[in-house]
């Protein structure tokens, strides 16, 4: 079993920053794809960005060149640094690993964004 423990969100105006932060625990020997997801109510969530265990990322065109993700192997934990905040980036935030198969979710971190 792989626990998710999120931090890091909260208000912000626009043009602002923040960083998110997942970090894993439980038994655990490597984790594999790690990344962060988002949802408003009413919508489907998805995908913000995502990086596999050697560093390969992967934005949504939404975000490129404002979010950067990043992982800490040693401290099973994966990162979201937010630059240049918009209001359409409100929403609340979700951590997801995969480990031996399976998906593994966060509980959530709210971010918001005022105009």
């Known amino acids: 079993q792989v626990q998710l423990v999120e931090s890091g969100g909260g208000l912000v105006q626009a043009g602002g920053s923040l960083r998110l932060s997942c970090a894993a625990s439980g038994t655990i020997f490597s984790l594999d794809n790690m990344g962060w997801y988002r949802q408003t109510p009413g919508k489907q969530r998805e995908l913000v960005a995502a990086i596999t265990s050697v560093g390969t990322t992967n934005y949504a065109d939404a975000v490129k060149g404002r979010f950067t993700i990043s992982r800490d192997n040693a401290k099973n934990t994966v990162y979201l640094q937010m630059n240049s905040l918009k209001p359409d980036d409100s929403a609340v935030y979700y951590c997801?690993?995969?480990?031996?198969?399976?998906?593994?979710w966060g509980q959530g971190t709210q971010v918001t964004v005022s105009s």
């Open positions: 997801n690993v995969g480990y031996w198969g399976y998906d593994y």
